[in-house]
């Protein structure tokens, strides 16, 4: 299958990288924090769907091979999002996983052409402890990133969403932590893009296409709490729990439901 780096220009003039596979429908691929084309769960995903779709997978803007003008805003991201759709002919499905769900969803909110929409746990919280964790993390968050500490930065990211210390000090090791490392300014994109952390109520209720809200059997109650009301707030919403899975569910197990949503 032929894989080739195209790009298109934001409503900002920022350069989009992305890759077109498949025939079929245009269906696009948001990724959540750090991850892109190159790293995350969407190069093993987009094969699997390639034969039914066509896919397109991009970089986020400040990811890969994508620009970065700032200053930024989540409009700036809907706005690339928008260029894309442009690019598949003027319409497409949407499929965002993680914090790259959260800016799905506002995408489908500011009413882009998007057909229908499929989400994977969007970390929105319902819990008041957790929604002020939230508010103290992205406070040391932009702390180390005004400092230039861009892989404590990571450090920290990486221990807010439950990785072991010694998983992180095997990661700072590895091959491609300097990959993370080039990309954690973002992390304050996507903490932009959740906001504070809650259910964004009034933006989900304004959503009126077909829209499936997916989780892993496997991950935890409160995540899956924020999935359920997430899915209880967009009119029509469908749910769908992958059973065995968690927030990192498998290609496998995620392809099957999308082409079953998108193809109905």
């Known amino acids: 299958m032929e894989k080739r780096v195209e790009t298109v220009r934001s409503a900002d003039g920022t ?10 429908p245009a269906l696009i691929l948001v990724d959540g924090a750090v991850c892109h084309r190159a790293f995350g769960p969407m190069p093993s995903l987009a094969p699997l769907l390639a034969p039914h779709f066509t896919v397109f997978m991009y970089d986020r803007r400040g990811r890969n091979q994508s ?13 690339d999002i928008a260029a894309l759709i442009d690019e598949a002919g003027g ?33 929105f919280m319902t819990d008041p402890q957790a929604l002020l964790r939230w508010q ?40 491609f932590w300097p990959m993370l490392e080039a990309v954690a300014p973002t992390l304050a994109y996507d903490a932009a893009v959740l906001g504070d952390q809650s259910v964004p ?44 899975q968690s927030h990192d569910a498998a290609a496998e197990a995620v392809a099957p439901a999308l082409i079953e949503f998108f193809t109905a």
């Open 91 to 123: 319409s497409a499905y949407l499929y965002g996983v993680s914090s790259g769900a959260a800016l799905a969803l506002e995408a489908a909110a500011s009413q882009l052409n998007i057909t229908k929409l499929a989400l994977f746990e969007p970390p």
């Open 15 to 24: 350069e989009i990288a992305f890759e077109r596979l498949g025939t079929g």
């Open 67 to 79: 620009g970065d003008t700032r200053p930024y805003a989540v409009e700036r991201e809907v706005e």
């Open 201 to 244: 109520a009034a933006r989900a209720a304004s959503i009126k296409i077909p829209t499936l809200v997916m989780d892993g059997g496997a991950s935890p109650d409160f995540m899956r709490q924020g999935v359920q009301a997430l899915q209880q707030v967009i009119p029509g919403a469908q749910r769908r729990t992958l059973e065995g």
């Open 136 to 175: 103290s993390y992205k406070t040391d968050l932009n702390k180390l990133l005004a400092e230039g500490r861009h892989s404590d930065a990571i450090e920290l990211f990486m221990a807010f969403v439950g990785t072991p210390a010694e998983a992180i000090d095997g990661m700072r090791q590895a091959p």
